[in-house]
């Protein structure tokens, strides 16, 4: 199975603050990688696919970037409606299709 | 558009056999490439897939999970059944059905439903 390894955890930033967020698969994906957004009670929402594609009505502010086993989430100017966890999923080598841990992005 | 929803009890006690139903709109299962999964998240832990139902019925399962879980399918009533035996406290988690694209990531989620596992 490949493992999905988030950093940081958490953080802490600012309305407006530029946040990037890494994800480093325990093997190479091929760009087969999502992001989600999740805030409290609420399911995830899909927000980029094959790494750096943008799902339809997603705010340009959202980008991702990487290739091989590391990839990353970038927030341009954080908004308050972007404080949330985060989640990275691979999909290239499946079963299983795997998730990161999760990153919170709090405020500071 | 395209809508999920999740059914089934909100508690189940330890050894019982756990039925989830999803619910949707928006597509069809028996559409080509059409595919539907279930994931779960434990309180305040990470999204953990579980299986996977194709428009052909193939089906596949979380390797750790395999032997209790059964997912099905009724096109008729376009809806995705899982079933998960021997239901322990550590199964307490938020459990998602969501829509599975081609390609392999969660296009449209159902808003989840809680399930505590307590005697």
């Known amino acids: 199975d490949i493992q999905m390894t988030q950093s940081p955890s958490s953080l802490s930033a600012s309305v407006g603050d530029r946040v990037t967020i890494t994800c480093r698969a325990s093997?190479?994906?091929?760009?087969?990688l999502a992001w989600y957004q999740q805030k409290p009670g609420k399911a995830p929402k899909l927000l980029l696919y094959?790494?750096?594609r943008l799902e339809s009505g997603v705010p340009s502010r959202f980008s991702g970037s990487g290739s091989g086993t590391d990839y990353t989430l970038t927030i341009s100017s954080l908004q308050p409606e972007d404080f949330a966890t985060y989640y990275c999923?691979?999909?290239?080598?499946?079963?299983?299709?795997?998730f990161g841990q999760g990153t919170k992005v709090e405020i500071k | 558009q395209v809508t999920l929803k999740e059914s089934g009890p909100a508690l189940v006690k330890p050894t019982q056999t756990l039925t989830l139903t999803c619910t949707f709109s928006?597509?069809?299962?028996?559409?080509?490439?059409?595919?539907a999964s279930w994931i779960r998240q434990p309180p305040g832990k990470a999204l953990e897939w579980l299986a996977r139902?194709?428009?052909?019925?193939?089906?596949f399962y979380s390797t750790s999970l395999k032997t209790r879980l059964t997912i099905s399918k009724d096109t008729s009533k376009n809806q995705v059944v899982l079933t998960m035996t021997n239901m322990d406290p550590v199964d307490t988690a938020t459990y998602y059905c969501?829509?599975?694209?081609?390609?392999?990531?969660?296009?449209?989620w159902g808003q989840g439903t809680l399930v505590t596992v307590s005697s």
């Open positions: 093997q190479g994906i091929s760009n087969s």
């Open positions: 969501a829509r599975m694209t081609i390609s392999g990531y969660f296009d449209y």
């Open positions: 094959a790494a750096s």
């Open positions: 928006g597509f069809s299962l028996s559409t080509s490439g059409m595919r």
């Open positions: 999923q691979q999909y290239y080598s499946t079963p299983p299709w795997t």
């Open positions: 139902i194709d428009w052909d019925d193939d089906k």
